[in-house]
């Protein structure tokens, strides 16, 4: 049996639901309502609701696939979301989103969700590659004409005709500076397709930069199969995380929020060094982990950093390489923070595949080793941690050691068999490679990546 508001009942008593009437508004629309949105801001958000507060049910929204409404719409938009520790797995229902709606079937109901006065953010969890960014960083229209920036254009401009206040749109994905990227690319799009709408959206709406931080697993079959036997409901849209969550928010609203701050998430007038520890330390060690650890022939997180080479890589990188690039924020102490991340990727409870964050490396790397690069060189200080993790990275888009995901795939591959391993490092990093970035790297630093790739090789 399927869980939904009609059967929740029978759940088990350890297992908390929602008692908000999920009738209310919709306050929030979210466009990528994967795993990551339901364990994070909807969590928070459901937390709100559950204190009394009205008019934040959400509506979340697919982009590219129905999946997620398979998932969810049949169960009434509820889902479980299971804490993973050494102790106890805790499950609670989530109630906070209403329905899932897919962009390109859904457009009108979508577009009338954000137009309502109702509607006060637009929240983002679309992946890095969802921002459709050329490689210099600029809007990349083809792309975006398949993404969330036409519907989200039609919606502005209803919503300027009608004379309603802004929006805030909050991007919770891990780019460094991400609501000021959003709010430039969505300009960018507004300027060529709706000038006049452009104008309104840099004067009512804002894009705050936000931090967001918790680990969650792809969920398997397995993990389903064990939710059902303990709680006694089929959940297909069952989400498995940590205990940790963090969230982080420049405090520059367009108009009302949720009071999140009541719940941890802290409001702050600027995110940027939560945000450049979150992407250099735990995203930074996560992709090195993900890249030299499967190469080592691991599958998990937890795995990867038990192995002492790795775990002392890791450290570096964490503490020798990135930390300092990072001007602390106040109270924020970098070291507790690493002891911190090496306990979180610990808990094997959790079961983080490796694969699942090496996906789309050509959008990650950039905010998460390129930019501590960047800095240290100018310093004249190496990072060894990142230049093997590097080659690790290169040998993982070769393409013909296990699947690459990832938008750059194709372009990688091709590169690779014209340059070979003599030349993959320039064709990539040189100073007219494929990845174009802030950090020029220096003849000594192309050289250690070739040999540490020939030695992996
Ligand atoms: C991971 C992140 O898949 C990845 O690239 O590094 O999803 C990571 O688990 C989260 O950012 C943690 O907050």
């Known amino acids: 049996m399927r869980l939904s508001p009609d059967t929740i009942s029978r759940l088990p008593g350890g297992v908390t639901r929602p008692s908000y009437d999920r009738s209310q508004p919709i306050g929030i629309v979210h466009f990528g309502i994967?795993?990551?949105?339901?364990?994070?801001?909807?969590?928070?958000?459901?937390?709100?609701?559950?204190?009394?507060?009205?008019?934040?049910?959400?509506?979340?929204?697919?982009l590219r696939s129905s999946t997620v409404a398979r998932q969810m719409n049949p169960q009434?938009?509820?889902?479980?979301?299971?804490?993973?520790?050494?102790?106890?797995?805790?499950?609670q229902v989530v109630g906070s989103v209403r329905e899932v709606l897919v962009a390109d079937k859904d457009q009108s109901v979508i577009s009338d969700n954000i137009a309502s006065p109702d509607c006060h953010i637009v929240s983002f969890t679309v992946t890095e590659k969802g921002y459709c960014r050329a490689a210099d960083g600029s809007l990349d229209f083809d792309q975006?004409?398949?993404?969330?920036?036409?519907?989200?254009?039609?919606?502005?401009?209803?919503?300027?005709?009608?004379?309603l206040p802004g929006l805030t749109l909050l991007s919770c994905d891990n780019l460094s500076g991400n609501g000021k990227q959003l709010g430039r690319l969505m300009g960018q799009w507004l300027d060529k397709h709706s000038p006049q709408v452009a104008t309104w959206f840099r004067e009512h709406c804002t894009t705050p930069d936000s931090m967001v931080d918790r680990i969650v697993p792809a969920s398997t079959e397995q993990d389903l199969a064990e939710l059902e036997e303990r709680i006694g409901l089929r959940d297909e849209a069952g989400i498995f995380t940590e205990s940790?969550?963090?969230?982080?928010?420049?405090?520059?609203?367009?108009?009302?929020?949720?009071?999140?701050?009541?719940?941890?998430?802290?409001?702050?007038?600027?995110?940027?060094?939560?945000?450049?520890?979150?992407?250099?330390?735990?995203?930074?060690?996560?992709?090195?982990?993900?890249?030299?650890?499967?190469?080592?022939?691991?599958s998990f997180v937890h795995?990867?950093?038990?192995?002492?080479?790795l775990r002392a890589m890791t450290q570096r990188l964490m503490r020798d390489e990135a930390a300092p690039t990072i001007n602390p924020g106040k109270g924020q102490d970098l070291s507790a923070y690493a002891d911190e991340l090496i306990r979180r990727f610990d808990n094997p409870a959790l079961q983080h595949r490796l694969i699942q964050i090496a996906m789309d490396g050509s959008q990650k790397i950039g905010?998460?080793?390129?930019?501590?690069?960047?800095?240290?060189?100018?310093?004249?200080?190496?990072?060894?941690?990142?230049?093997?993790?590097?080659a690790h990275w290169l040998r993982h888009i070769r393409g013909d050691i296990r699947p690459v995901d990832d938008p750059r795939a194709q372009e990688f591959?091709?590169?690779?068999?014209?340059?070979?391993?003599?030349?993959?490092?320039?064709?990539?990093?040189?100073?007219?490679?494929?990845?174009?970035?802030?950090?020029?790297?220096?003849?000594?630093?192309?050289?250690?990546?070739k040999h540490a790739l020939q030695a992996i090789s």
């Open 244 to 298: 940790f969550s963090q969230w982080t928010i420049e405090n520059s609203f367009a108009d009302a929020h949720p009071a999140w701050d009541k719940f941890g998430v802290q409001i702050v007038p600027s995110v940027e060094p939560y945000e450049t520890a979150k992407l250099r330390m735990l995203n930074g060690a996560h992709s090195l982990l993900a890249y030299a650890g499967l190469d080592a022939g691991y």
């Open 367 to 390: 905010q998460r080793w390129l930019d501590t690069l960047a800095i240290q060189g100018k310093r004249d200080n190496s990072c060894p941690a990142i230049l093997t993790a590097l």
């Open 144 to 163: 975006a004409k398949n993404g969330f920036y036409p519907l989200l254009e039609k919606a502005l401009a209803r919503r300027q005709a009608a004379g």
């Open 413 to 449: 591959e091709n590169v690779w068999k014209e340059a070979g391993i003599e030349g993959i490092v320039k064709a990539m990093f040189g100073s007219d490679g494929l990845l174009q970035s802030q950090w020029k790297p220096s003849e000594d630093e192309l050289s250690t990546i």
């Open 34 to 62: 994967g795993a990551f949105h339901r364990a994070h801001q909807a969590h928070y958000t459901d937390a709100c609701l559950e204190a009394g507060e009205r008019g934040w049910m959400i509506a979340g929204v697919s």
């Open 303 to 309: 795995e990867a950093i038990a192995d002492p080479a």
């Open 76 to 91: 009434g938009g509820m889902y479980t979301l299971t804490q993973r520790s050494d102790e106890e797995p805790e499950t």
